[in-house]
């Protein structure tokens, strides 16, 4: 059986990288990042006041306060600048405008008592208060964001700030989600005794949509050998990636494996030494990957997050494809058996400086409502038999796993 790192690294190494296409920036969040955005000039480009107030010159302020100039001029955010110097003097200044080339700092308006054309200053200013440099964001020539970012809301304020109106990301990978079972039935329909309401693809196609891809949920499958293999057949013709839950184990009626030989995907594992989710399968026929996933609720949503966005990432050039771990300590002890790596679904408490990983009571791989009051998946060391309370642990976040 692979481990989890090694089945990891399979699923990155056999990802086909998608081609790139424009979006506008409406379009552009979430995306991932096909070019590097350069900063055609300095961000900010002018000198200006972050400030209401008035645009001065620090060495004016000579000797004891209180002070007094004439005000001449007004510069507002957007307007002409009183540029003309006349000694002694000082303008009306408004934030977001440009700084008077004359003027070297801003007196915020509640420190200036202002009698008609002429302003009383009860404290000086040192030069550069209040004034946003030119350049001080980030300076022309600069790399504004770099090739793999996935695009979050700020990124795509500096695309606007940097002046881009479009930019070049990966194209979505088409994903088919196909859910195996002859227990399954729609949500909200009637179906036998011992029928069960499918649940899998709605959670799954929500996080292949987090992870970028476009998604189409085919027709539920039976468990048969034909019925499995047409399925994946038909996925496989509109799919840069086939997504399968259930039927991937070893069970009589597990049908996924067979079919998937038979009709020539090339499998490169059909077990990863995890816990939930041992049966898991990758495979690849052309450029086209096939993933099957387990069929329990939990299995599925957690190998998911672990090999399915993974690989969508990876495939739109994502710099940083894998989830991230944070540290926790764990917030009870327990025995385990060695031989696989676990997600446990905990929660968090803030515990002081750090924070506190407790398990949920039904670890069941079924259990989806464990899963969907913890906060974290709490990563137990494959060779750990006896974790203690206090001790250092990996720590997932849901929310970053999309889940
Ligand atoms: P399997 O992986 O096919 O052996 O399924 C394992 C367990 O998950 C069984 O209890 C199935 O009924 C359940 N299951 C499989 N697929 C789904 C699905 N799409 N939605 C909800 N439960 C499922
Ligand atoms: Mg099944």
Redesign the pocket.
Known sequence: MLNFRDAQQRVLALAPRMGAERVGLEEAGGRVLAEDVLCPSDVPSFDGSVMDGYAVRAGDFVGEGPWEFPVRGESRAGGDVPDQFVPKTVARIFTGARLPTWADAVVMQEHVERAGDRARFERGAKEGTFVRKRGDDLRSGAVAIARGARLRPAHVALAGTVDRAWLTVARRPRVVLL???D??RSPGTQGPLGS??????VGLAAMARRAGAHVAIAPLVADDLNATKEAFEAALSNADVVIS?????V?DH?RVRPALEAIGVTLDFYRVAMKPGK?LALGKRGERIVLGL????VS?MVTFAFFGAPLLRAMQGDAAPLPRAWRARAGRSMTREAGRLEFARASLARDGASWTATPLDNQAS?AIATLARADALMAIPAECTELRAGDDVDVYLLEELGI
């Not at 839950?245 to 184990?249: A, T, W, Y």
């Not at 387990?294 to 609720?297: E, R």
Request: charged share 10%; net charge negative; proline share 12%.
């Open positions: 859910a195996t079972g227990e399954l069960i309401a499918e649940s899998n693809t839950v259930g039927g991937v184990s069970g597990d049966p387990p069929g329990n609720p599925a079924g």
